[in-house]
């Protein structure tokens, strides 16, 4: 069958990109697949997927090449003995990774004439098609301006930036978050313990949650532009709570690490003066880090 839509290389065949996979065979758009082991691809070759049977055949089939696998060690190893094979493809690289390893990626594939995408996915699975799945970006705008339609396909585009390093750093930055929360939660309902710990996190624990998240954007805005955040909770009092917290977790049995490495520099600054609401704790933080 013909179709103007752009064919497209999917290398790494698991769930995640599987997932990919389907939505393009769904979107009509001519899909090759290869996997290190080929059974993998059974099913999406029952749907019309053409099976590579090498890296350099997957490679060849597509000038849009998107890869989906372990880690980086595995994209290199997958790219390096097929080098030849990269002038004028768009690769688009949707493993996690760190940004510096992005960068080099970047540079070495542009050096092969290829055109370079890196991408953090902002979904598991069974999101990838639906509005709700977004996917960072960043490399070349050339690539992603040129492919953004298909590239749609998949999630929701987000374009950060053209230091291909930018994706992965975004991506890394919401897992934090989203580790940070499941944390906190998982905390939280230990501390409530099992036998209410659903009813806690229904009626309780997610509206809170939401309702703390709605102050997170005008505090990030004022603090980004040096004005002091109009938070209505001063540190000496959340280093109370914190502490109360704390105290509580060791009485009722739950670990309390999570949270007691804020207590220090949460009074180091109270102590110093240098901060008198919660998000100077970020830049006293973020200094910590970085010393």
């Known amino acids: 069958m013909m179709t103007d839509k752009p064919s497209v290389t999917i290398i790494g065949l698991g769930s995640m990109g599987q997932a990919l996979a389907n939505a393009y065979l769904e979107a009509g758009h001519p899909t090759t697949v290869w996997n290190r082991t080929a059974a993998k691809a059974d099913a999406l070759v029952a749907r019309g997927a053409t099976r590579a049977a090498t890296v350099s055949d997957a490679l060849?089939?597509?000038?849009?090449?998107?890869?989906?696998?372990?880690?980086?060690?595995?994209?290199?190893?997958?790219?390096?003995?097929?080098?030849?094979?990269?002038?004028?493809?768009?690769?688009v690289n949707l493993t996690?990774?760190?940004?510096?390893?992005?960068?080099?990626?970047?540079?070495?594939?542009?050096?092969?004439?290829?055109?370079?995408?890196?991408?953090?996915?902002?979904?598991?699975?069974?999101?990838?098609?639906t509005p709700e799945?977004?996917?960072?970006?960043?490399?070349?705008?050339?690539?992603?301006?040129?492919?953004?339609?298909?590239?749609?396909?998949?999630?929701?585009?987000?374009f950060v930036g053209t230091d291909a390093g930018l994706a992965a750093l975004n991506d890394l930055a919401l897992l934090s978050g989203m580790y940070g929360t499941i944390a906190g939660a998982r905390h939280a309902t230990a501390l409530i313990g099992p036998e209410r710990a659903a009813e806690f996190t229904t009626s309780l624990l997610i509206p809170w949650l939401q309702a703390m998240a709605n102050v997170l954007a005008p505090s990030s805005t004022e603090r980004e532009a040096g004005d002091i955040p109009s938070e209505e909770s001063p540190?000496?009092?959340?280093?109370?709570?914190?502490?109360?917290?704390?105290?509580?977790?060791?009485?009722?049995?739950?670990?309390?690490?999570?949270?007691?490495?804020?207590?220090?520099?949460?009074?180091?600054?109270?102590?110093?003066?240098?901060?008198?609401?919660?998000?100077?704790?970020v830049d006293a933080i973020g200094k910590e880090i970085r010393s």
């Open 60 to 91: 060849w089939a597509s000038d849009l090449v998107v890869l989906c696998v372990l880690d980086y060690a595995a994209v290199d190893g997958l790219l390096a003995p097929n080098a030849d094979m990269l002038r004028g493809r768009v690769l």
């Open 133 to 158: 799945a977004f996917i960072l970006y960043s490399g070349s705008q050339t690539a992603f301006d040129r492919y953004q339609a298909a590239l749609e396909v998949l999630a929701v585009p987000n």
């Open 235 to 281: 540190l000496d009092m959340q280093a109370i709570a914190l502490a109360n917290i704390v105290e509580a977790s060791r009485s009722e049995g739950v670990g309390e690490d999570l949270l007691a490495h804020l207590l220090t520099p949460m009074r180091d600054i109270i102590a110093a003066g240098e901060g008198d609401v919660l998000t100077d704790l």
């Open 96 to 129: 996690n990774g760190q940004p510096e390893q992005a960068r080099r990626t970047g540079e070495w594939a542009t050096a092969q004439g290829a055109e370079y995408l890196d991408g953090g996915i902002m979904a598991i699975p069974s999101m990838i098609g």
